[in-house]
């Protein structure tokens, strides 16, 4: 089980809490087993592309609370995209019923080099000022960088001092790039600093009132707990600081990935008395039973549970029947973060499609509540069978463009940007849903599956594309493994064994 | 006057490292970044749709980690460049260090001559975050590729050997959204007087054989208040080039024929051999087809009675600040109110642009604001009182501001979620148009 140590500044890496992976070659089911027992073991590359940074991620996490405003203390290049979340929050404000979204207040300190020789806290704490001056947030969140972190400024103190003076919470995140290799510790990274400055200890607890820890997807949930008598609390994009300090109220705690809100829902586990839900999140049919069990059983209400399963079967069993029939036959590869990507290939197990391979970015071998059920994975494997081809890629696009060619699908599924186009530079179409609960429960089988048909069906433009497909990769580079670059002494081996097939080198 | 360097809200510019896009800009080079692992995100996340043909997720990258930090990084970039040759079939490899490699002072400049000794296309750069900002280190990825790349060519490309050809040093990729049609309409212009143009970026640039005969120009043109003045002041030392420098964007047809004409008197003075009659008649064509459609337009614009923008406030670098105030007030009617520079220009430059703004009008005086911190620059826009109907010319941070402001908005400046550019152009006769086509098409959209 991970440490949660509330009173230190900074969250341990994922690294060394849940002993993630960014590397990885082979089956599914191999992988959970290895994960399971402890044997798994990452990998360097010998070859690298941009990867990516804890700090956006931590960013996601606050620049999204309505009523706070978010510093990066760096050069001003560490939150020049950080402008993505001020359209999403404009774009999915009404989603969340926040009829006046207002602008994003993201603020560098602008680092200079001479700032790297004398140090950057007078230009934070001065930084700190202006930013209550002009903005009056009701907290303010510091976000470290690579070049902070190197110069070793103590954030936390200027914070801490701050914080007196100003009588907001002045919370420092530490999520400086290259402390880890998995950039979800960003999340953990926010939800950390969130859990020690903005948590407070409940004052009531409220038995109508679920967590849901999710980016900014349609809202599902109001439906699926109204049974429950209960609502949903989405934290943390679009809440208020005051929706923060009373989380520890809820009932308990749901995610929309197991990845995502691992060390939240645990800190508010072991430190709010708020349980977290035994299972991972509901995608496929036999996950969705049991994730709607597992909350019926935390609220004590196991008969609504079944009652709303055996509604659901009624309502919806038909329908995905049809669609199993439609895409009998169909192949698919999946990119993705994990857990989504898990979670994709469970929808896909659950229509019949045959998934053929997934780069997925990294892998947790276990997670913050210590339970094995939060695993999607291993409940993919189990619900649905094996995965072969898996790869775990550490968003390395070279390995997806090779492995995705030799596999050629009949459709590429991706959570994330950037990768579509790989599938469409084959001709294959391509899917990306932006919305992480789109596919999830029983209705999100049948959305999903629709969508799947009719990213198919309209495959003209990718075929076009394909006609006129740019490839910087070579084509030696095309012919050899996918993990070819992976640095582990008997892969090396076969690397060389087929690169001397390719007659090269 | 704000202090330089200070607090900034809402970036427009990015960081050094930025200027990654000035390689990924030149066909079928990569930019090799020595840095941590989310500079590529950053840069990629804020020009959007910027992948080129090996930036974003294709572009190598050591992605320093901890253990990078203690004990440098040099050996883990000698592998990634070694293997990007096998991975990636590229012509120019510029290698890019973020703040972690500059902090923990790894020697990647010999690293680099590893492999140019072994005969490779490969450049090194300094680009640290903290150092300045894209719209400077532009010059400095610039200056490095001819220094450690163009100059291997010096023996075929004899120092100004080519009367006719020029170097143009305008439009910073990315930066400028519309850099690549500018490009394009710079060199359809400057061909149109009977020069050659090395336009160096973007697919009407010949790529890595084009940058190689940057020596045997005539001249070069730097169309710009203050970025790419660096590149300029190098070449006249390294080959002698003298410079034509255009100071603001030209954008609609006075500001054009002014930068045309210029060029024709400097390149009659560098002995380019010019036909000037028919230069002359290729620029009095342009002309009037470009008051045919002024001609046409003054009706609409004089007499629609329900209301078109009537002043506005630009946010952009100095270069369109000073350029579509002039343009704006000449050649729509426009009047310019408070607008400001967010480029973080340098002081030695601010003189000399506030003059060039103020030679707009003998009239009026615009105020300018030179404030790298937009969101300072909005709380003056907030503050701003005028009669009619205004537009906003900014970011797609400022359609909110807009919104509230009970202004027309019309994105034209990074960081913009909210427009996409391919290859539009502002510069130019053509680019006037298109300028008046974007703001009374964002007007009219209002009604009906």
Redesign the interface.
């Known amino acids: 089980m991970s440490n949660i140590n509330l009173s230190l500044p900074a969250v341990e890496i994922r690294e060394v809490r849940t002993r993630s992976v960014t590397g990885y070659d082979g089956k599914a089911g191999e992988l959970v087993q290895k994960a399971h027992d402890g044997s798994l073991r990452d990998v360097e590359r010998?070859?690298?592309?941009?990867?990516?940074?804890?700090?956006?991620k931590a960013a996601c996490m606050t620049v999204l609370i309505q009523d706070a405003a978010v510093i990066e203390h760096?050069?001003?290049?560490?939150?020049?995209?950080?402008?993505?979340y001020?359209?999403t929050y404009?774009v999915n404000a009404d989603l969340r019923g926040v009829s006046n979204?207002?602008?994003r207040?993201?603020?560098?300190?602008?680092?200079?080099?001479k700032?790297?020789v004398y140090g950057g806290l007078r230009?934070l704490e001065?930084?700190i000022r202006?930013?209550y001056e002009?903005t009056k947030p009701n907290a303010i969140f510091v976000l470290s960088?690579?070049?902070a972190a190197?110069?070793g400024d103590d954030i936390e103190s200027a914070c801490e001092e701050a914080e007196d003076e100003l009588g907001i919470p002045v919370v420092s995140i530490v999520c400086?790039?290259?402390?880890?290799?998995v950039?979800t510790t960003g999340f953990d990274a926010a939800y950390h600093g969130i859990a020690r400055k903005l948590i407070d200890p409940p004052k009531e607890k409220r038995k109508d009132l679920i967590n849901v820890i999710n980016f900014w997807g349609s809202d599902r949930f109001t439906d699926w707990f109204a049974p429950f008598g209960c609502k949903p609390k989405y934290i943390t994009p679009f809440s208020t600081v005051n929706d923060l300090r009373s989380a520890s109220e809820s009932a308990a705690t749901i995610q929309a990935c197991s990845t995502l809100g691992s060390y939240l829902a645990a800190v508010l586990e072991k430190e709010f008395d708020v349980p977290e839900i035994e299972t991972a999140p509901p995608y496929g049919i036999a996950q969705t039973d049991r994730w709607f069990r597992a909350l019926g059983k935390i609220l004590g209400k196991e008969e609504i549970a079944e009652q709303v399963i055996a509604e659901k079967k009624e309502k919806y069993l038909g329908r995905i029947a049809q669609l199993r029939e439609k895409l009998q036959g169909k192949t698919a590869y999946v990119t993705g973060g994990a857990a989504h990507g898990h979670a994709l290939l469970s929808v896909l197990g659950e229509l019949g499609i045959n998934a053929v391979g997934a780069s997925i970015f990294h892998h947790d071998s276990v997670f913050d509540s210590g339970r094995d059920e939060n695993d999607q994975l291993m409940q993919r494997v189990g619900d649905y069978g094996d995965v072969r081809n898996y790869r775990v890629c550490s968003?390395q696009?070279?390995e997806l463009a090779n492995s995705l060619g030799k596999l050629h699908p009949d459709i590429l599924l991706s959570r994330h940007g950037?990768?579509t186009?790989w599938g469409a530079k084959y001709g294959i179409p391509s899917l990306l849903v932006g919305d992480e609960h789109y596919s999830m429960g029983y209705e999100g089988i049948i959305d999903y599956g629709e969508r799947i048909l009719d990213t198919i069906e309209n495959d003209e433009f990718v075929k076009n594309l394909q006609k006129h497909a740019?490839n910087?990769?070579?084509k030696?580079?095309l012919m050899q493994r996918p993990d070819y670059?992976f640095e582990t002494s008997d892969k090396k081996e076969k690397g060389k064994e087929e690169s001397q097939n390719a007659g090269?080198e | 006057m704000p202090a330089l360097n200070e607090m900034i809200e809402q970036p427009r510019f990015s960081c050094a490292i930025g200027a990654l896009q000035s390689v990924v800009a030149i066909p079928r080079a990569v930019p090799i970044l020595h840095s941590g692992p989310g500079c590529g995100d950053m840069v990629s996340g804020f020009f959007e749709r910027s992948k080129g043909y090996a930036g974003g997720d294709t572009s190598p990258c050591t992605n320093f980690n901890e253990k990078d930090v203690v004990f440098g990084g040099s050996e883990k970039l000698r592998k990634i460049i070694k293997n990007t040759y096998k991975v990636l079939d590229t012509d120019l490899q510029v290698v890019l260090t973020g703040c972690t490699g500059g902090i923990v002072g790894d020697d990647i400049e010999s690293v680099v001559q590893e492999f140019q000794d072994a005969g490779k296309p490969i450049v090194s750069v300094d680009t640290p975050g903290f150092k300045c900002n894209n719209y400077v280190s532009h010059s400095h990825v610039v200056k490095a590729i001819i220094d450690q790349y163009v100059s291997l060519y010096e023996e075929d490309n004899k120092t100004r050997s080519d009367r006719k050809l020029v170097n143009l040093f305008a439009s910073i990729p990315y930066q400028d959204p519309f850099w690549k049609g500018n490009l394009r309409e710079y060199k359809r212009l400057l061909e149109g007087l009977g020069l050659k143009v090395n336009v160096l970026f973007g697919p009407d640039s010949g790529g890595v054989t084009e940058w190689q005969t940057i020596p045997k120009a005539n001249f070069n043109i730097l169309v710009s208040p203050w970025y790419g003045k660096p590149i300029t002041d190098h070449l006249k030392r390294l080959y002698g080039q003298e410079t034509y420098w255009f100071h603001s964007v030209p954008i609609g047809a006075n500001e054009t024929e002014k930068f045309l004409e210029g060029v024709l008197d400097f390149a009659a003075l560098q002995k380019a051999d010019i036909d000037r009659k028919k230069a002359e008649a290729f620029i009095k064509h342009e002309t009037d087809r470009y008051y045919e459609e002024i001609d046409n337009l003054a009706t609409f614009l004089l007499e629609f009675r329900y209301g078109l923008p009537r002043y506005a406030h630009i946010l952009h670098d100095a270069g369109y600040v000073v350029g579509m105030s002039k343009f704006l007030l000449h050649e729509t009617g426009v009047v310019p109110k408070e607008v400001f520079v967010v480029d973080n220009t340098p002081e030695k430059y601010r003189e000399q642009i506030e003059k060039d703004l103020a030679s707009t009008s003998d009239k009026r005086t615009i105020p300018v604001f030179f404030e790298a911190d937009a969101g300072e620059a909005q709380e003056t826009i907030k503050q701003a009182d005028h009669k009619g109907r205004g537009i906003i010319l900014g970011s797609g941070w400022d359609k909110s501001l807009a919104k509230e402001k009970n202004c027309d908005f019309l994105s034209v400046a990074v960081p913009s979620p909210v427009r996409l550019v391919l290859t539009t152009n502002y510069v130019g006769f053509s680019g006037g148009l298109r300028l008046i086509e974007d703001i009374y098409q964002t007007a009219l959209h209002t009604y009906g």
């Open positions: 010998s070859f690298q592309q941009c990867a990516g940074c804890s700090i956006t760096g050069p001003v290049g560490c939150s020049t995209c950080l402008q993505e001020n359209f404009a979204p207002t602008r207040r993201i603020f560098s300190t602008n680092l200079q080099e700032d790297t230009k001065k930084t202006s930013v002009r960088t690579c070049a190197i110069i400086e790039g290259f402390r880890s290799r950039w968003k696009e070279y950037g990768m186009l740019i910087p990769y070579t030696w580079w670059f090269i």
